[in-house]
């Protein structure tokens, strides 16, 4: 086994043959497709999750707290934690618009700088979601509140000391992927700055 500079480690493209591609469900935000595709010298069937993908904000004040929301998530019967984030699901919005508008609807908050942070496969053997995530600074209320509906009707808005929101997660009281990575990756960028 050789060892490569770190510089070089990175997640490789590669595109199997779709031999066949059925859609097996359409659902009102992503849907289900069966494809059947020729991996080697086989022919292999797997199922997954379309899913237009998605933008998240870790919005930080100059107190270093990081804005936190919460709300209901049937599939897992939790009201967890999260950061503001939502679809791409505005044809042609970049993704870092996308962060934008998603903390405006969900927070109220507009941001002076927003800069890519990372982004993420969240299932990668089961949906080709991918949720580009962004540090938000600068912040500030919008000059219109949203209405908001069914889960997001009720979310509920902390501000918590970033190093709180750290424990928090390596300590498995919040287990939400998307905020993990984003804290910890914001916490990581704000040190190393």
Do not use: C
């Not at 779709?18 to 797997?46: A, K, P, Q």
């Not at 998603?102 to 949720?131: H, K, M, Q």
């Amino acid at each position: 086994m050789s060892e490569r500079p770190a510089t070089d480690l990175h997640d490789e493209p590669s595109e199997a043959e779709v031999v066949h591609s059925e859609l097996v469900y359409e659902g009102r935000v992503w849907d289900v497709r069966s494809d059947t595709l020729r991996y080697g010298d086989e022919e292999i069937v797997r199922q997954y999750v379309d899913h237009p993908g998605a933008a998240a904000v870790v919005a930080i004040d100059d107190d270093e707290r990081v804005l936190l929301i919460q709300q209901y998530r049937h599939p897992i019967r939790h009201r967890d934690w999260e950061i503001p984030a939502g679809l791409l699901d505005v044809v042609g919005e970049p993704p870092i618009e996308t962060a934008r508008r998603e903390l405006a609807e969900e927070a109220d908050l507009e941001a002076a700088s927003v800069e890519p942070l990372l982004s993420i496969f969240t299932t990668p053997g089961g949906n080709d979601e991918i949720v580009h995530i962004f540090l938000a600074r600068g912040l500030a209320a919008t000059s219109s509140a949203f209405a908001r509906t069914d889960e997001e009707a009720d979310i509920r808005m902390e501000w918590v000391p970033l190093q709180d929101a750290v424990d928090a997660v390596l300590s498995g009281r919040m287990r939400n992927a998307i905020l993990a990575s984003g804290i910890l990756a914001a916490a990581e960028r704000l040190r190393r700055s």
